[in-house]
């Protein structure tokens, strides 16, 4: 099992930009392929971004050329680097750890990082 632990959330003006940090408990290289959620209110949780462990990327249409996901397994944190930040974006973000069948399987999710994009 991982714990993961999100920061770097806050309040940032339209068109601002933020840097989300994962940590996680264990080493996660080679083997989880890792990911960014978000959930606004009244809405279901949605994906962002998925980064797999061996780097492949994957954006939602709505962060594209926004948003850029990236990870480091010697620090053991995934990455969400925003620009261009929407109120639309406001948001609770999630970071998640997915272990693929061959490995085991699983889930795992951290406590979120609330983003509040206003002016």
């Known amino acids: 099992q991982v714990q993961l632990v999100e920061s770097g959330g806050g309040l940032v003006q339209p068109g601002g930009s933020l840097r989300l940090s994962c940590s996680a408990s264990?080493?996660?290289?080679?083997?989880?392929?890792m990911g960014w959620y978000r959930q606004a209110p009244g809405k279901q949780r949605e994906l962002v971004a998925t980064i797999t462990s061996g780097y492949s990327t994957n954006y939602a249409d709505f962060v594209k050329g926004r948003f850029t996901i990236s990870r480091d397994n010697a620090e053991k944190t995934v990455y969400l680097q925003m620009k261009s930040l929407e109120p639309d974006d406001t948001a609770v973000y999630y970071c998640?750890?997915?272990?693929?069948?061959?490995w085991g399987g699983g889930d795992y999710w951290g406590q979120g990082t609330q983003v509040t994009v206003s002016s």
């Open positions: 998640n750890a997915h272990l693929p069948p061959r």
């Open positions: 264990k080493s996660i290289v080679s083997i989880y392929d």
